[in-house]
């Protein structure tokens, strides 16, 4: 099972000191923020694609691209690709440069974008969303796929003969999540084509979670991918730490009732009551996140948003010491235990090109027996 972190990468004013920190600054720390992830022994490093203020991840590959050269192990992928407003065949290329990069190092994340105005900056039509996902990613997974496409649709130009350049790293191409928080035609999506299913867990009731993960699991198999429960499924999760409960509660609540997204709304009790939203100790962190077993069953990745809402860079890298050191290590164990055999591991580049290479030979065995 993997664990990371995942930025949305807002620039926010920090409500206990009025102070704003520039696009640069909010830039650099997201950088710091990755690499610290990898030194304390987390998984994967996210960040989200937005193109309106407050948000500064315009260019995720230009940002993955730069921590590549400066880590080593961690998973570098995004929690937003918008495949709505985006080419799919920018995206092909980009994101196959970017495993050649990173040796593979690379998966990536499908979403809507929920900001209506961003659409009809790129040309798009929100009321298009879900039929612009579907055929976007269609022609992305044919270009990744297939040498030479020939290809028409409804949403951009039409393709002869086209080749999308750098190939993806050892002909495997970068394994994908579907992210949704709340549209089924999503989850169905990724069912569909046998990929991951990210809920993004942080706004919505464990019942809704429930529903949409069952879902997804339901479809997967019945396409013919596997049994329900070998489906690949992660989830979001936001957190704010101190050894002391109340300690945390006191210093998170000026940024929960100021955050952009949820502030001025329900009180930060409703909240962590009613959502996944964990503030207190490291412990409280833990029996929290186990309980997400409870209901989407054994899962693959479980990323943390961290980072939000104006909180300063030396806090959230003493929220990561203690997610390293305290909480991921004891989750490791606990959700390894009773852990189905048959329940596959989170997809990396190695085991997609080992299962490829694996096919491979079972076909040169068909034909040398036929």
Do not use: C
Request: proline share 8%; charged share 20%; no cysteine.
């Amino acid at each position: 099972m993997q664990f990371g972190i995942f930025t949305v990468g807002d620039v926010t004013p920090d409500p206990t000191t009025g102070r704003t920190p520039t696009e640069g600054e909010r830039i650099k720390a997201m950088v710091a923020i990755a690499r610290k992830a990898e030194e304390v022994g987390l998984d994967v490093f996210a960040t989200g694609e937005h193109h309106n203020p407050p948000f500064v991840p315009s260019s995720p590959t230009t940002m993955l691209g730069y921590i590549a050269a400066r880590t080593e192990r961690i998973v570098l992928s995004t929690s937003t690709t918008l495949i709505t407003t985006n080419d799919p065949v920018k995206i092909a290329e980009d994101f196959a440069m970017l495993q050649h990069l990173a040796d593979g190092r690379v998966d990536l994340m499908m979403g809507r974008g929920n900001t209506g105005p961003v659409y009809p900056w790129f040309g798009q039509d929100i009321r298009k969303g879900i039929d612009l996902a579907i055929e976007n990613y269609a022609l992305l997974r044919r270009l990744w796929r297939e040498d030479v496409v020939d290809w028409q649709g409804t949403f951009r130009t039409p393709l002869q003969g086209f080749t999308s350049t750098p190939r993806p790293l050892d002909g495997v191409p970068p394994f994908v999540w579907h992210g949704s928080i709340r549209s089924p035609e999503i989850a169905e999506q990724a069912a569909f084509y046998g990929d991951g299913f990210f809920h993004n867990n942080i706004f919505w009731p464990a019942d809704h979670t429930r529903r949409m993960v069952e879902l997804y699991r339901a479809r997967y198999a019945h396409y013919g991918h596997g049994t329900p429960e070998q489906a690949i499924v992660g989830l979001g999760g936001q957190v704010f730490m101190r050894r002391n409960s109340q300690d945390a509660v006191r210093e998170f609540r000026p940024y929960f009732d100021n955050a952009p997204v949820y502030g001025h709304g329900p009180s930060l009790e409703d909240f962590t009551e009613q959502t996944p939203l964990t503030v207190g100790s490291p412990q409280q962190v833990i029996e929290k996140t186990l309980a997400f077993r409870e209901y989407a069953g054994d899962y693959q990745r479980q990323l943390f948003l961290m980072d939000h809402a104006g909180l300063p860079l030396k806090t959230v890298l003493e929220q990561l010491d203690l997610l390293g050191e305290e909480v991921v290590p004891v989750l490791r164990e606990e959700f390894a235990k009773g852990r189905p055999a048959a329940v596959p591991q989170a997809p990396t580049h190695q085991s997609l090109l080992a299962a490829a290479r694996g096919g491979a030979r079972k076909e040169a065995d068909k034909e040398v027996v036929a």
